[in-house]
């Protein structure tokens, strides 16, 4: 018995080293240390936990476990590569795919979307994000007072806008959110729910920030969703010979918020307004970043410092450490490396012409 659990063992650690196998199948972690037996895919221990939460769908074992020859056959008949054919072979082009660092809530409802739901699989499953037009109530964060109200938003490709609306039966929007303009991104532990959604967009040229939420998981994802093919769709429109992940990229937060080329700085991490902005156009136009500060702002406290160089001057920074450093050089660096559109030397000017 103990020859044959060895060998398979050894069996499994064959499959396990097949391309594909070696990261987890939904969020991509390096090594994955468990499996579903019944989807047949290797996942990490972290979204090991999710599928649990599906036992009617995925039944999960260790890798490090006692498996039988069966077992280990199944995991060779299906493995990561062939689950993606089969349940993620119609994700659209706009549609978030999380990874190991996303928060648990993009996580789980990307899992429940393939396993559960099986949305890419059926076209029409994507409806609630895909048609161009939603509406429903969302939990809003007041811009004075801080309390979260229902509130009614629209969001309607034809009419280019996100809208929402103070009362039910209100005829006019409180707020009219240009669609070339908007973007969201999840932010549950600034907003205090697992389900907190930022959503930002300009207003007279400054950046202004909306915090909602819903009590329903996949409600909050649909909308998360359903906003990016809106943005998706607007810039296949606008910028016809532009790559799919020119018109998906999104903006990612630390202390500061990046989205698209707009660097800005907040006060408050729930402010509505940014205190400052900085435009980052591409190395063509002769910005660059580099790691480190000038020698004469270099200490003891600024071991992870950035320095950005723009046409008309440098732009300092730095980072409590050197990982975060090295994330945001490298998205500013992704941002930098990208040609400007066309629209964008407008805003370019516009930053320029700022007092």
Known sequence: MALEAEGNKLQLQDVLARPGNDKCADCGNPEPDW???T???FVCQACSLLHRSIPHISRVKSVQDTWDASEVELMAAMGNGAAKAKYEQKVPAFYYRPTHTDCKLLREQWIRAKYERNEFEFIEKQEPYSAGYREGFLWKRGRDNGQFLSRKFVLSEREGALKYFNKQDARDPKAIMKIETLNATFQPAKIGNPCGLQITY???NSTRN????HSDAKEMVDWFNA???ARFHYLQVAFPGASDEEHTEGFKKRW???DDRRLMYFKDPLDAYARGEVFIGSKENSYTVLAGLPPSTQGYHW???ITIVTPDRKFLFACETEAEQQDWIAAFQRVINRPMRPQEYAV???FKHKP
């Open 35 to 37: 499996a579903s037996l």
């Open 39 to 41: 989807l047949g895919v």
């Open 202 to 204: 300009l207003k007279d």
């Open 210 to 213: 909306i915090f909602v939420y």
């Open 227 to 229: 906003i990016r093919a």
């Open 256 to 258: 500061f918020t990046m």
């Open 303 to 305: 071991n992870h410092g």
């Open 348 to 350: 370019e000017a516009h």
